[in-house]
C-alpha cells in the first residue's frame, strides 16, 4: 500500500501561482508511472503531466510553459509549480504514482485549486 497526500491548493487570482506538493509513503526514486491529474466540475479527470519509468515526462498542451513538476527524491515528495494560472485551472488536483512493484496506480485525496478571474 502506498499513501499519498496532497498539499498546496488554494484560491488565487488569474495570473498568481501555486506550488502543489504530494507526500508519498514509499519510495519515489522508482517507479512505473507518477503524475499529476485534476478534475474539474463535470469534467472526466485529466493528466496534467506524466512520467513514465524510462523518465519521459509528458505535460497537457493546455499547461506547457506555465507548470513544471519536480521531485525530491529525499523527501519522497512530487512538486508541481503552476505559474499563470487561468481560471480554466480551477480543478481538484490528485497526484499518482505506481511503484515499480506494483501494476496498480494509487491516488492522494486531491487539493482543490481555484483561480478566480
Known amino acids: 500500500q502506498v499513501q499519498l497526500v496532497e498539499s498546496g491548493g488554494g484560491l488565487v487570482q488569474a495570473g498568481g501561482s501555486l506550488r502543489l506538493s504530494c507526500a508519498a509513503s514509499?519510495?519515489?526514486?522508482?517507479?512505473?508511472?507518477l503524475g499529476w491529474y485534476r478534475q474539474a466540475p463535470g469534467k472526466q479527470r485529466e493528466p496534467v503531466v506524466t512520467i513514465t519509468g524510462g523518465g519521459r515526462t509528458n505535460y497537457a498542451d493546455s499547461v506547457k510553459g506555465r507548470f513544471t513538476i519536480s521531485r525530491d527524491n529525499a523527501k519522497n515528495t512530487v512538486y508541481l509549480q503552476m505559474n499563470s494560472l487561468r481560471p480554466e485551472d480551477t480543478a481538484v488536483y490528485y497526484c499518482s504514482l505506481r511503484p515499480n512493484w506494483s501494476k496498480d496506480d494509487y491516488w492522494g485525496q486531491g487539493t482543490q485549486v481555484t483561480v478566480s478571474s
Open positions: 514509499s519510495s519515489i526514486f522508482s517507479f512505473n508511472a
